[in-house]
């Protein structure tokens, strides 16, 4: 399962929180105002239907005629409709004004002498109806005021909140994004360091410059453990260096002692063969076994030396087949190379291959009874180098152990079988890697174990 990154988790909550509050506090706004203008625009409404009401009562008192041009004279100064109603029959209404917009509650509320007030929408239109009884003239006054101004004033607020939401929300992303840059640029720092460092490049270091407490603490901290881990790995790889150089001394001298016991063999007993024969196999093996951790050591320390040269692939390989093969003095496997890998050339530590190649035949004659064919061939932008045997091979939870020092598998347990020293398939690794290749073990089409190499052609400047 593919992780999100942390930056945009950071963007995602700033941005998405940002949005809620805005939103939040636009909604309360929103409802708050429109309440707060709602209610005073009926408050002023219904004093106004009241005092419309007084003048319709002195009206029909003193000139019942004029009726219909004083309802018209208050449409006109407060942008209402009146209705004046009489016994069910509606005696006059302003020019404006529907009874349609009235309904029957409300007219049986004031007919039954109570004043009324009601918010109703119609036909899309919000408008508000008050009804005022008039027991003295025996009438009912309603007055009808449209909410349009208001609504269309509570239409642009809502539009204005909605916009400032929205430009909230994208200062709080702008935000968000400085705060991601600025919390997580350390951690890439420290991510780029710890890679480089993992590469070998164990000179790399955090540099503190007017950072936050928080980061300066954890910039000293890892500086603190490289350096520890450095020198903990200098101190480790001295203490082989040094093991490896004073064991020299004494194999050399238990060579020689073998060697000349050797030339009497047929003097000894059959005991004493059996015996030196012993010792000749453990010293071969604890010969090679000081020259691995030397070699080792100094790759640890950084002081072997690479030489990297052009060479032609095939011969290269082939030299180094023919190399390993008298070396441990067995025949050596036939080289299988493709039409297309004749003109190729890489770049390589002629020393270092020859080892990788030797170590590979010796681990295939010592645990699959021999190479049967090292195969070259090319990808376009590799060679391909591939021994096989058809020896029992690796077991897949094994394939990528096998390279670890000191790992022998299954075979460690027979001594019968397992001659070698652990070291060899590690060295191997460590040699491809420092060449700019890779390493990895499969199964043989011949059912064995199939190791190969990758390593970058040589390509010429402009071609």
Known sequence: MRRRSLRLRLLVTFGLG??????????LTFFGVQRVLTTNQQETDLRQSYVDAALVRSTLYTGPLQLANELN???????SNVLVQTHDQWLSKSNGAATSDVSLATIKTVSDGH????????????????????PAVETEFFEVFQLSDLEHTLRILL??????????SLVGLSGGLWVARRAVRP???????AVQIANGELTTRLVVDQADLEVQQLTESFNAMVTQLVERLERDARFASDVSHELRSPM????????????????????????LDLLVADLSIFQALVEDLLEMSQNDAGTTRREFETVAAVELVRQSVRSGAQRHGFIAPPVVVDDDTQSLHVDVDRRRFERVITNLIDNAHRYAGGAIAVRVATDRQNLIINV??????????????????????RAAHDRGIARGTGLGLALVREHIESLGGSISVDESPEGGARFQILLPLHHEVGA
């Open 18 to 27: 940002s949005l809620a509050l805005s939103s939040l506090f636009a909604s």
């Open 73 to 79: 004279s208050i449409e006109h100064a407060t942008t």
């Open 115 to 134: 004043a009324t007030e009601q918010t109703v929408n119609v036909n899309g239109q919000v408008i508000f109806v008050v009804g005022v009884p008039i």
């Open 159 to 168: 539009i204005v909140l909605g916009a400032g939401a929205l430009a909230t």
């Open 187 to 193: 951690l890439q720092r420290v991510s780029t360091a």
């Open 252 to 275: 050399t001298t238990l060579a020689t002692t073998a060697a000349v016991l050797g030339q009497h063999r047929e003097e000894l007993s059959p005991a004493g063969q059996e015996s």
């Open 388 to 409: 096989d045997d058809t020896g029992p091979g690796v077991a897949p939870e094994e394939r990528e152990q096998v390279f670890q020092r000191f790992f022998r598998g």
